[in-house]
């Protein structure tokens, strides 16, 4: 167990709809990174914040957004889904923003867009 | 981005040590070799990183080599719940855009009984 926990674990939805994501940070960390594992892009980051500022983006699509509010949990709201989104997104988390630190991962969702 | 090579599977049996390798020729001398593993259905998990020289943890151990253009995970004694798929990554501490992990396919390590 990573400590860092995410919810729901499963999520079915349909096409055109919007979904919110949730990840609680491990206690005292401060970054929390998005990816998203799909089976032909494999694993790749979308988004990360720090002490609820964005930090950095990756290949996060325009209909995705993310937040880090004031007590360190994220969110990652998702949409206008495409079926492509479906995927598993992980959110993990670290002590700081240092490029060096350890990034432990929560368990996904996994999201089903039909 | 520096760039590692792992080959796409490997097989072993349990109880039996396990030495996964990765290539990594454009290293620079800043950059840190990270072990990262995803277990099945699961989000990965932090193995193990080094520098020049070789680590060891509770789970595995790093051997870099001297020229630090390779590294190799090593298990020493594979149990079925390592069979994961094993990623290699290259980061470098020293500022830039090195705050994500960069994931390529890894190794999916196989565990025999």
Request: with cysteine.
């Given at each position: ?42 694993l ?71 | 981005?520096?760039?590692t090579t792992q080959p796409n599977s490997m097989e072993s ?5 396990v030495h996964l390798p990765c ?10 070799i990270h072990w990262y593993r995803q277990l099945p259905?699961q989000?990965p998990e932090y193995v193990i990183h ?9 789970m595995a151990?790093l ?8 590294s190799t995970l090593i298990l020493?004694?594979a149990?079925?719940?390592d069979a994961a798929v094993y990623y290699c990554i ?13 994931f390529g396919k890894g190794t999916l390590l196989t565990v025999?009984?």
């Amino acid at each position: 167990d990573s400590g860092v926990t995410q919810t729901p674990k499963h999520l079915i939805t349909a096409t055109g709809q919007r979904v919110t994501l949730r990840c609680s940070p491990r206690s005292g960390d401060l970054s929390v990174y998005w990816y998203q594992q799909s089976l032909d892009q494999g694993l790749q980051f979308l988004i990360q914040y720090y002490n609820g500022e964005e930090r950095a983006k990756g290949n996060i699509l325009e209909r995705f957004s993310a937040q880090q509010f004031p007590d360190l949990h994220s969110e990652l709201n998702l949409s206008s889904l495409e079926l492509g989104d479906s995927a598993l997104y992980f959110c993990a988390s670290s002590l700081t923003s240092a490029e060096s630190d350890t990034q432990y991962f929560g368990p996904g969702t996994r999201l089903t867009v039909l | 981005d520096a760039k590692t090579t792992q080959p796409n599977s490997m097989e072993s049996n349990e109880e039996e040590p396990v030495h996964l390798p990765c290539n990594h020729s454009t290293i620079s001398g800043t950059d840190y070799i990270h072990w990262y593993r995803q277990l099945p259905s699961q989000g990965p998990e932090y193995v193990i990183h080094g520098l020049t020289s070789n680590v060891n943890n509770r789970m595995a151990s790093l051997a870099i080599a001297e020229d630090r253009k390779s590294s190799t995970l090593i298990l020493h004694r594979a149990t079925l719940r390592d069979a994961a798929v094993y990623y290699c990554i290259l980061r470098d501490p020293s500022g830039g855009s090195n705050y994500k992990l960069t994931f390529g396919k890894g190794t999916l390590l196989t565990v025999n009984p």
